[in-house]
């Protein structure tokens, strides 16, 4: 745990020597720490090291290890894959963004839930951009009509959009779908009304890639922490 404050340091020199090269720089990038999986006590220690923003997948995983984060912190994300039935669980955690809203009919769920109690949430629209099955998502060709639905919702403030790139040992397999996305994004946000800024879209493999193609929010996780322990106690 002693290498996640260098880690950090590491990874934000990084952004910045790719934000010069691509003509960005000074440009705000949102940096997400992934903490699935890692215990409290690394969130903390990214927490004090300059992190700000951190993500879980999990709303169960999130619930257990958020009252104990001892340190402050200016986002909460979730940025996994939200099932209908842990909306509300979700909800309570008071999440900064949710990443991964990709159907209409969870976005009506999120919704209906949100009206209860008179609250609105700001989230991203998940794009399945590579048309995979094992990804959630909407499908990239569906991908405008369904922004503009899921925008209809009055509870719902959608801030951007958010993909996961292709699992490939190679990053570069992911360009052209981050090219793609960030196509559709400023198309989006050519019509949309201001508040439509945030291009989640870059994990630990393959951020160089997706910074290079645009994204200004990376959710990182390994490059910080390490490998994950998925037998650990979260």
Same mark, same amino acid.
Request: charge should be positive; avoid cysteine.
């Given at each position: 745990?002693?290498?996640?404050?260098?880690?950090?340091?590491?990874?934000?020199?990084?952004?910045?020597?790719?934000?010069?090269?691509?003509?960005?720089?000074?440009?705000?990038?949102?940096?997400?720490?992934?903490?699935?999986?890692?215990?409290?006590?690394?969130?903390?220690?990214?927490?004090?090291?300059?992190?700000?923003?951190?993500?879980?997948?999990?709303?169960?995983?999130?619930?257990?290890?958020?009252?104990?984060?001892?340190?402050?912190?200016?986002?909460?994300?979730?940025?996994?894959?939200?099932?209908?039935? =842990? &909306?509300?669980?979700?909800?309570? !955690?008071?999440?900064?963004?949710?990443?991964? %809203? /990709?159907? #209409?009919?969870?976005?009506?769920?999120?919704?209906?839930?949100?009206?209860?109690?008179?609250?609105?949430?700001?989230?991203?629209?998940?794009?399945?951009?590579?048309?995979?099955?094992?990804?959630?998502?909407?499908?990239?060709?569906?991908?405008?009509?369904?922004?503009? =639905? &899921?925008?209809?919702?009055?509870? !719902?403030?959608?801030?951007?959009?958010?993909? %996961? /790139?292709? #699992?490939?040992?190679?990053?570069?397999?992911?360009?052209?779908?981050?090219?793609?996305?960030?196509?559709?994004?400023?198309?989006?946000?050519?019509?949309?009304?201001?508040?439509?800024?945030?291009?989640?879209?870059?994990?630990?493999?393959?951020?160089?890639?997706?910074?290079?193609?645009?994204?200004?929010?990376?959710?990182?996780?390994?490059?910080?922490?390490?490998?994950?322990?998925?037998?650990?106690?979260?």
């Amino acid at each position: 745990m002693q290498d996640i404050k260098k880690n950090i340091q590491k990874i934000r020199a990084e952004i910045a020597a790719e934000l010069k090269k691509s003509g960005r720089e000074g440009e705000d990038i949102t940096l997400v720490a992934v903490t699935k999986t890692h215990p409290v006590e690394a969130i903390d220690i990214a927490l004090s090291g300059g992190i700000s923003h951190f993500g879980e997948n999990k709303v169960q995983e999130a619930v257990r290890k958020m009252p104990m984060i001892s340190q402050p912190y200016d986002g909460f994300h979730f940025i996994g894959h939200l099932q209908s039935n =842990k &909306i509300n669980q979700l909800l309570a !955690l008071k999440p900064l963004l949710i990443h991964s %809203i /990709g159907s #209409l009919h969870l976005a009506n769920k999120l919704h209906r839930a949100l009206g209860r109690t008179n609250r609105s949430q700001e989230i991203l629209i998940q794009v399945n951009v590579t048309a995979e099955e094992s990804k959630s998502g909407v499908s990239f060709a569906n991908a405008r009509e369904m922004i503009y =639905k &899921i925008a209809g919702f009055s509870t !719902l403030y959608v801030r951007g959009l958010m993909t %996961i /790139g292709k #699992l490939d040992p190679d990053p570069e397999v992911s360009r052209p779908y981050f090219k793609q996305l960030k196509a559709l994004f400023d198309e989006i946000r050519q019509n949309s009304p201001e508040g439509f800024d945030y291009l989640s879209m870059g994990m630990s493999h393959d951020w160089q890639i997706a910074l290079q193609e645009g994204s200004n929010m990376l959710r990182i996780g390994s490059a910080i922490f390490g490998k994950r322990d998925y037998g650990a106690k979260q």
